[in-house]
């Protein structure tokens, strides 16, 4: 049980994270939500136990929380879910969408919010396509999941994409698959090949010329080319 509401908790300040703003309740929030995960994580009894012995007051006194938290963990307890976070992914759903993407292009949270800042990047440009591939995956989750199939066949053919390019990619997307990453043997700068009949390997000269190799193994480079 304990394991569910960490990673509940954990999301939850991710999520306040990418709500974003320089509102300081939600920065006290998201802090509160990362200490009690972390105080969860290390507590070596079921919270389960502990609140059928000792109620919402013995959460609050192992925890080391406020009220507000230990009734969060009451709630799951109860219904199994938590309300405030289920609203909360359906509020911060676009964003999420757009997180998603600019991290598998490598940029940070906190660099795509500098950057929004400072007109770098045009946050307004995203919401739409965001907003509609949530509309055709069907739910947040299977947004990203497309996202980050279509950043990895991308990527692996040095080509660029935009989460537009899930929508043209759709009805292919689950045959998408990186480009096979394939290294070549090379001895000192020239190429070598394997021989199957003679059991051999050779290196191939600059005259085209294929020469016996005589070296160790771990002579051998191997490149990707």
Not at 110 to 132: G, H
Not at 150 to 176: C, G, M, P
């Amino acid at each position: 049980m304990n394991e569910k509401i960490v990673k509940i908790f954990r999301e939850t300040a991710e999520l306040l994270d990418i709500k974003g703003g320089n509102d300081k309740s939600l920065i006290y929030r998201k802090t509160n939500y990362e200490k009690a995960a972390k105080m969860l994580e290390n507590l070596g009894t079921d919270i389960a136990v502990i609140y059928k012995k000792s109620g919402i007051a013995g959460i609050k006194k192992e925890l080391k929380i406020g009220d507000k938290i230990a009734k969060k963990i009451e709630e799951y307890l109860k219904k199994k879910k938590i309300h405030d976070f289920e609203k909360l992914k359906q509020n911060t759903a676009i964003q999420q969408i757009i997180t998603h993407f600019f991290k598998s292009k490598g940029v940070s949270l906190e660099e795509l919010k500098k950057n929004a800042f400072k007109k770098k990047i045009v946050y307004s440009r995203y919401t739409r396509p965001a907003k509609d591939l949530i509309k055709l995956a069907g739910s947040v989750e299977k947004g990203k999941e497309a996202i980050t199939k279509v950043a990895q066949w991308a990527r692996s053919r040095n080509l660029d994409y935009t989460i537009e390019t899930v929508f043209k990619k759709w009805l292919e997307i689950d045959h998408l698959k990186p480009k096979e990453i394939v290294k070549k043997p090379f001895f000192q700068g020239n190429l070598m090949v394997w021989s199957q009949t003679k059991n051999k390997w050779y290196v191939i000269a600059e005259d085209g010329e294929w020469r016996e190799f005589a070296g160790e193994e771990k002579e051998i480079e191997w490149r990707i080319k």
